[in-house]
């Protein structure tokens, strides 16, 4: 039981120092994988080994970005932008962005900032038109409105009127028909007394005419009768 209580701390402790080792080996890794800066100053001579005596690859001006391959105290190997690989002094070298790219960076935001001003500007302008624009057309539909509901209440009395006088021209057209017909039974009535009229007349002439030949006849007789007598 001791033995196996007192390998695990020493095995722990083991593996501990394993994983620290291998940070710290990985701290080199994660600065050289960083992105420097040449400081200020003038084309700082890129070279092929750790000294002035060697032959100079590459003429680097101030503020080029480059990669950190390998770190050393005076001296450091580099890769520009334009693949060369070689050896600059450290001390012109720095972590910290270049000032002039800094400017450069915040003058390219100030473009975009501008352009994007410009250009929220021209929506506001073309917002603020078409809201114009909205309002114009909402006053005159407004406008229109009113006029159709004036029309529509116009309409609607004259709907009225004519209801009513449809209704009277019905009424009118009801009477008429029943004059007419009123007027149709009177001369049927009419008709029918004159063709009685005439018949009475008739029936009077032809009375008379029989009344006269029978006077007639009845002198003719007694006249006849005193002539024989005398």
């Known amino acids: 039981m001791y033995s196996v ?37 003038a084309e700082i001579p890129l070279r092929t080994g750790q000294g002035t005596e060697y032959r100079i690859i590459e003429l680097i001006p101030d503020g080029t970005s ?21 050896w ?41 038109e078409d809201r114009d624009e909205c309002h114009r057309k909402l006053s005159s539909c407004q406008a229109q409105k009113t006029k159709l509901q004036t029309d529509y209440d116009l309409l609607k009395e004259d709907s009225a009127d004519v209801l009513r006088i449809k209704q009277a021209l019905d009424n009118a057209t009801n009477e008429l028909n029943i004059t007419k017909q009123k007027l149709a039974s009177l001369r049927e009535e009419n008709l029918h007394l004159k063709n009685n ?14 009344l006269g030949w ?9 006249k006849r009768r005193r002539s024989s007598l005398l």
Not at 214 to 222: A, H, T, V
């Open 5 to 41: 209580m007192t390998t695990r701390p020493k095995a722990f402790k083991f593996y501990f120092i394993l994983v620290c080792l291998s940070f710290i080996l990985t701290i080199p890794a994660l600065c050289l994988s960083e992105t420097w800066y040449v400081v200020p100053h």
């Open 66 to 86: 480059v990669k950190l391959l390998e770190d050393g105290e005076k001296w450091v190997k580099i890769q520009t932008p334009k693949g060369n690989t070689g």
């Open 88 to 128: 600059i002094l450290k001390r012109y070298l720095s972590s910290s962005t270049p000032l002039k790219l800094v400017v450069a960076s915040l003058n390219n935001e100030k473009e975009q900032l501008s352009n994007r001003l410009a250009a929220l500007s021209s929506n506001f302008k073309q917002i603020k």
């Open 197 to 210: 009229e005439r018949i009475k007349w008739f029936l009077a002439g032809g009375g008379i005419l029989l």
């Open 214 to 222: 029978l006077i007639g006849l009845l002198m003719g007789r007694s």
